[in-house]
């Protein structure tokens, strides 16, 4: 069996005393946070901000300490209906970082972006793992503030 590994990161501002979470709508329909594949030779968190520069154009970010979270998941790299394509396991490493910038300049992976109060981006994310971990980052912040 085919093995990825990715790593990402569940990106957020504060403002007016409120956390906003960054969430990315991806050309395949779904809404998720900026992640990517770990190139040969790259530390996670370099991926993390190659990623995310990448898909976002936001450079000032800051990793908070603490969290990292990973999440599995099995996929097949081709919908073709003829022939089924084997399954890929994927690891996917998350990391929580801070950023001042609001401005966002999406990349050709993606449709579009917002940024969300919890309430509102636990609603708008599409799977139940990335749920999950928007849920802990949130919950991490509220106990580290």
Request: overall charge positive.
């Amino acid at each position: 069996m085919e093995k990825e590994k990715s790593a990402g990161a569940v990106v957020f501002r504060k403002e007016d005393s409120k956390f906003y979470y960054l969430l990315l709508h991806y050309q395949s329909g779904h809404w998720d946070f900026p992640k990517g594949h770990i190139e040969k030779g790259e530390e996670e968190k370099e991926t993390v901000k190659r990623e995310i520069k990448e898909e976002t154009g936001i450079e000032d970010i800051e990793f908070i300490p603490g969290f990292r979270e990973r999440i599995t998941y099995f996929f097949r790299k081709s919908y073709d209906k003829n022939k089924k394509s084997p399954l890929v396991f994927k690891e996917v490493l998350f990391y929580l970082v801070k950023t001042k910038t609001k401005q966002v300049r999406i990349s050709y992976e993606h449709t579009g972006y917002k940024w969300l109060p919890y309430n509102k981006a636990i609603k708008q994310i599409t799977f139940k793992n990335a749920k999950e971990i928007l849920e802990k980052a949130n919950n991490y912040l509220l106990s580290i503030q």
